[in-house]
């Protein structure tokens, strides 16, 4: 027990003495650099089918700013990007080409004042998840519904879980009579 001990109290020194090694020597706080949305050119919805209308959005321009999109890499070409009444949004639209290849795409768009570039990605796919079909069918678990698929096979379950019923109770009629089997 006093050797687990020894061992697992060494392994935490050892951890230990390794993270102050990893921590900077200045003493300060190591912040990673995150990404915000002002710096970034979302796009809506990120996953079309071909042929589908695409919104994009940045922040990165200020108040009123407007910009300049281009969405060549999927073959759509240039686009405005426009002030809207959200909170100094500037935003545009373009229609992927129905003749765009499956595979993600960096749409880009230039501020008209300043330059600043932003980007983001847009993944075309032949089919979405959510195009609006709605499942349908039976699913195959062995388990069977009160509607199956197929009303005759129901109800001619439903007459052999009859038949068995009734020549249970019969059986169990008898036997408690000692009339026996």
């Not at 935490?12 to 710096?39: D, F, K, Y």
């Not at 639209?93 to 768009?109: C, D, K, L, M, N």
Request: hydrophobic share 45%; glycine share 14%; net charge positive.
């Amino acid at each position: 027990m006093r050797r687990t001990a020894r061992m697992l109290t060494g392994t935490a020194l050892a951890v230990a003495a390794a993270g102050l090694a990893a921590a900077p020597a200045h003493g300060g706080v190591r912040v990673s650099r995150v990404s915000s949305v002002a710096e970034s050119l979302e796009v809506y919805p990120s996953t079309v089918v071909p042929g589908s209308q695409v919104t994009v959005n940045t922040k990165a321009c200020g108040d009123k700013g407007t910009a300049a999109g281009d969405a060549s890499a999927v073959g759509a070409g240039a686009f405005m990007l426009a002030p809207s009444t959200h909170e100094g949004d500037a935003i545009g639209q373009f229609r992927v080409p129905p003749s765009a290849q499956p595979g993600t795409y960096e749409i880009v768009a230039r501020c008209a004042v300043g330059g600043r570039q932003v980007a983001g990605d847009l993944m075309v796919a032949l089919s979405t998840a959510h195009e609006g079909a709605q499942p349908r069918g039976s699913v195959k678990t062995g388990v069977g519904g009160a509607l199956g698929p197929d009303p005759v096979q129901t109800a001619a379950g439903v007459a052999a879980l009859a038949v068995a019923a009734a020549g249970g109770t019969w059986l169990l009629h008898r036997r408690a009579r000692g009339d026996g089997i």
